[in-house]
């Protein structure tokens, strides 16, 4: 899991890595700590992909006339030409 103390940890390794230089236990240390972190967002990605649901796109239908008594209109969008 994701804390914010492995944040921290990983930020002051690199933060050290970039000024002074890192021990090779440092290292094996910095090296442990991003696996983790990867392999924990590797793991929220998948989980968010797997609860994704496919649907069928609807199908297109043609618009239906309305006939009410004498008057009959469509609803298909029509342009005026001028």
């Given at each position: 899991m994701i804390t914010k103390e492995l944040i921290a940890r990983i930020n002051a390794?690199?933060?050290?890595?970039r000024s002074t230089g890192l021990t090779p236990a440092e290292k094996q240390e910095q090296k442990k700590l991003r696996q983790a972190y990867l392999a924990d967002i590797r793991g929220q990605l998948?989980?968010?992909?797997?609860?994704i649901e496919?649907?069928?796109?609807?199908?297109?239908?043609?618009?239906?006339?309305?006939q009410?008594?004498?008057?009959s209109f469509s609803l298909?969008?029509?342009e005026i030409k001028e």
């Open positions: 390794l690199s933060r050290k890595q998948k989980g968010m992909l797997d609860n496919f649907v069928d796109a609807p199908q297109k239908r043609e618009p239906s006339i309305i009410t008594g004498e008057v298909r969008r029509t």
